[in-house]
Nanobody, 121 residues
Framework: QVQLVESGGGLVQAGGSLRLSCTTS????????AGWFRQVPGKEREVVAA????????TYADSVKGRFTVSKNNADNTVSLQMSSLKPEDTAVYYC??????????????WGQGTQVTVSS
């Protein structure tokens, strides 16, 4: 069993930055690819960034390319999402997720509880 815990959400002004972190207990993160999703009320949860087991492959949604950076530290069992140049439309609950292979990132095996990110205009 993989338990994921997110941290780092909060309120920030447009143009600002936030860093989200996701740690795991139980199994090592080195055996899993990871992704960051976000969801706003009334909309489907969408994947914004993903990273492979080794950290060597990353993918991003078009809406966050050039602004968000996902990273993975297998030694610390941590996945992070550095968010810069934030926009009000980035406001959402952000979730960390884990899956065995990055090709299946849209169907994660494990989810965190979510952390709220609010970007004020």
């Amino acid at each position: 069993q993989v338990q994921l815990v997110e941290s780092g959400g909060g309120l920030v002004q447009a143009g600002g930055s936030l860093r989200l972190s996701c740690t795991t207990s139980g199994r090592s993160f080195s055996g899993y690819a990871a992704g960051w999703f976000r969801q706003v009320p009334g909309k489907e949860r969408e994947v914004v960034a993903a990273i492979s087991r080794s950290g060597g492959i990353t993918t991003y949604a078009d809406s966050v390319k050039g602004r968000f950076t996902v990273s993975k530290n297998n030694a610390d069992n941590t996945v992070s999402l550095q968010m810069s140049s934030l926009k009000p439309e980035d406001t959402a609950v952000y979730y960390c997720a884990a899956v065995r292979d990055i090709t299946n990132i849209k169907r994660p095996s494990y989810w965190g509880q979510g952390t709220q990110v609010t970007v004020s205009s």
